[in-house]
């Protein structure tokens, strides 16, 4: 089993290093064709150890080899493939494998095409460093990997002023919270002197709720920083500045769900410190909603989507924060799948409107793009989640959760969003797909995508179908490791109410979406409807001026600081400084150079010079350590 | 009359030593210079030998027969330098022997 651990975690690495090779060149189809094929490879590998898991083998642990052993500390390049990890591979690999093959088509006119598939490649080598590690350190690295590649990847175009802009925000943002992930990782390593998952958790009962509770949260700060929680959110919907396909991989499917990974992973943690589940829980239902009301008013396509992934990494954590690990870690996966077909599908349209992002400008499109229209539509009613569709069998178990724990109102929040989710997806698909043909009116001729493309989404669209069937097989398998609470409501009259009530909702939200918007004479708005002139619609499409409050209020003091800073300490003193050591150096160089008349004579008169002055020295120095008792006595005589 | 003894010596060679080191700095003519070198070595041979004898020691003594030795050597090449070099330039006045000025 080593040899597919070793197998699903390099050949990304090596697909990556090859594309890397013609990074400079111009388009090659290799450099698509071979990472997808490694890539192919890598998920093959993972579903070998997949089955071999769920045939009821034994945990993979390997230890490829030292990395750093000083003193006390261990750390070992160490792999772990058990319950937990196998599932982020499965998705990670799976999610990827496609994204991979999608691209070959979606990139295809980019002058960057090798150069998009090395850093999409070295993306998922990262990505499976931070899953199939045994230790913090470990996870770190890939952490701040996949940071480093979906910076890349945001700013893919960088000629673009915004992409740029978005992609240092994003990378700025987590660096903010990987300082908080990086405190909790040095506690872990003070209080239980070991960064090993199993080591440390097995220590942690041991020690002090305090030093818990400090642990858990800077961990979770790190958390959500990579999952974009509040208030550190922001860089997701500009993450949008990149190419759809790495939306599609980094910003929904894998890269974004790591900091739920994480409190997954540390679960023995979470538990001992209830007090900060509660607080993550909340945190999730608050984004839940938050992120939820943006995407309401949002007129750009990418960006809807993008807010509804925080919005569903808002009942992750509801579900992570309340105990039901294996809920979450089964929501994340059931996401990952239709979240990533639905950007693929935006990605298509974006193709077949060149680049228009806005769906007002859109419509009608279902006829010239049949099987976008059925995939996207298959992934909103599972976002949605009617039955029997993938987010039917997460999301509702989530619900379920939240009213077992007693925690209602988490559980209303969790209900109205459900609605409001189900609102803005079928919002997105009526005025993309339904309606009047509004893009003709700019003169645009939209055609479907290349019929690879479509296959490649389809093992997609089929996840997003079935993926709920798989939950028993995929409780008995990860509760191995995870907490094993079933959740099941009491009465089977509660139970029904709970979830045909649920159904009904989001089955009227979605009527609602299409009363709504499937009419004729919707035009683009201008700014001039009564709609838009209202104050809630305002704020919601302003993104509740967080943005505008950070620029104002955080990025602009912080810019005037680093001037001042800049002017007065880095110039004045700093730099002075070293400009003036170098100005004596300089100057004493240009002095002395007279000296160096190539006259031999005044050679030598120099020559003598410095033996005399060195000689007096040695006898000063001799004669100071001949009689040093004597001169301390002095010395103390005087006070000194 | 007095005996002569290890301070005599020393300061003979102390003499020796400073008259040399003057040389060495006001002499501008190239084969001065050399005399100059020798009276150097030949101070310090002087200050070794006393002091080997007042000690009891040879050690010293043998140190001068390497100085003497290594003197001759140099001179043997100095000299053949200075007369390449008064070929060439037809005087050996030091203060015309500037070219690796800086």
């Known amino acids: ?66 990395w750093m052993a000083t003193g ?3 750390i070992p390049f160490g792999f772990v493939v058990d319950q ?57 690295i890939g952490w701040e990997g996949v940071g480093l590649c979906s910076w890349a990847l945001i700013g893919f175009w960088y000629h673009k002023e915004s992409a740029t802009w978005a992609a240092n925000e994003a990378f700025i943002m987590n660096r903010i919270a990987d300082l908080g992930m990086l405190i909790g990782i040095f506690l ?3 209080n239980t002197g070991t960064l090993q998952y199993e080591q440390a958790f097995a220590v942690m009962p041991a020690l002090g709720t305090d030093i818990l509770t400090l642990m858990g949260i800077f961990l979770f700060i790190g958390a959500m920083g990579k999952s974009a929680q ?45 007090h900060v589940g509660l607080f993550i829980a909340s945190l999730g239902a608050f984004v839940a909603l938050f992120a939820a009301s943006m995407a309401l008013v949002n007129r750009d396509m990418k960006r809807i989507i993008a807010y509804s992934t925080l919005s569903q990494l808002g009942y992750m954590f509801v579900a992570a924060g309340l105990g039901a690990y294996w809920v979450a870690l089964f929501h994340l996966m059931a996401h990952a799948f239709f979240k990533a077909l639905l950007f693929l599908g935006a990605g298509n349209v974006m193709h077949a409107m060149h680049n228009e992002l806005d769906p007002f400008k859109m419509g009608g499109l279902k006829k010239a793009m049949k099987w976008t229209f059925i995939m996207m539509t298959v992934a909103s009613v599972a976002l949605a989640g009617i039955y029997p ?67 490649a989404m389809a093992p997609l669209l089929i996840l997003a179908v079935i993926a709920g069937s798989f939950k028993m097989t995929y409780f008995e398998m990860v509760t191995a490791v995870l907490p094993a609470t079933e959740y099941h409501v009491h009465s089977a009259v509660a139970y029904w109410i709970m979830t045909i009530g649920t159904q009904l909702f989001v089955i009227a939200a979605i009527a609602f979406a299409y009363k709504k918007y499937v009419r004729s004479g919707i035009t683009v708005p201008d700014g001039t409807s009564k709609m838009e002139n209202r104050l809630c619609y305002k704020i919601l499409s302003n993104q509740y001026y967080i943005p505008y409050i950070y620029e104002e209020y955080l990025v602009k003091p912080y810019r005037e600081l680093s001037t001042i800073f800049w002017k007065q300490i880095d110039m004045k003193v700093v730099d002075a400084t070293v400009d003036g050591i170098a100005g004596i150096i300089y100057g004493t160089g240009e002095k002395t150079r007279d000296m160096q008349s190539g006259n031999l004579s005044t050679m030598l008169k120099w020559m003598v010079a410095g033996t005399v002055g060195l000689l007096s020295l040695a006898v000063v120095f001799g004669l100071a350590v001949r009689y040093s008792v004597e001169i301390k006595a002095i010395l103390s005589g005087l006070g000194v | 009359m007095m005996e002569i003894g290890l301070n005599h010596y020393l300061i003979l060679s102390i003499i020796l030593f400073t008259i040399g080191l003057i040389g060495v700095m006001r002499r501008k003519n190239l084969l001065l210079l050399f005399f100059a070198t020798e009276i150097l070595l030949n101070s310090v041979n002087i200050a070794f030998a006393a002091i080997s004898h007042f000690y009891g020691d040879l050690t010293g003594q043998m140190f001068a027969f390497f100085v003497i030795a290594i003197a001759a050597s140099e001179v043997a090449v100095g000299l053949g330098l200075l007369i390449v070099w008064h070929k060439r330039h037809g005087t050996i006045d030091l203060d015309t022997m500037s070219t690796m000025r800086g």
């Not at chain 1, 799976?94 to 980019?110: A, E, K, R």
């Not at chain 1, 609102?423 to 309606?435: C, D, E, P, Q």
């Open chain 1, 230 to 274: 509040f208030p550190l959110h922001t860089w997701l919907a500009d993450a949008m500045e990149g190419p759809t396909p790495v939306s599609a991989l980094i910003h929904a499917a894998t890269m974004v769900t790591a900091g739920v990974y994480l409190v997954v992973r540390a679960n023995p943690l979470f538990d001992l410190i209830p």
């Open chain 1, 72 to 74: 006390n500390l261990y």
């Open chain 1, 84 to 140: 937990v990890s196998v599932t982020m591979m499965m998705v990670v690999t799976v999610v990827s494998t496609i994204v991979h093959i999608y691209s070959i088509g979606y990139m295809d006119h980019d002058k960057a095409f090798n150069r998009f598939f090395a850093w999409l490649s070295a993306f998922v080598f990262s990505m499976m460093v931070l899953v199939m590690s045994d230790n913090f350190a470990g996870l770190f």
């Open chain 1, 389 to 455: 569709l993938a987010g039917f069998f997460s999301k509702d178990l989530i619900l379920e959760v939240a009213m077992i724990e007693h925690h209602y109102i988490i559980y209303s929040v969790l209900l109205f969003t459900a609605g409001l989710t189900a609102f803005y997806s079928f919002r997105l698909v009526a005025l993309i797909f339904h309606g009047e043909e509004r893009y003709k009116l700019f003169g645009v001729h939209p055609h479907e995508a290349y019929k690879f493309m479509l296959i």
């Open chain 1, 188 to 190: 872990v390593y003070w």
């Open chain 1, 1 to 66: 089993m080593e040899l597919y651990l070793y197998l699903a975690l390099f050949a990304p690495l090596a697909g990556s290093l090859f594309a890397a090779l013609f990074g400079a060149s111009p388009k090659i189809m290799i450099a698509g064709i071979i990472p997808s094929a490694l890539l192919f490879a890598s998920f093959v590998s993972s579903t070998i150890l997949l089955v071999y898991i769920l045939s009821g083998g034994a945990p993979v642990h390997v230890e490829m080899m030292t």
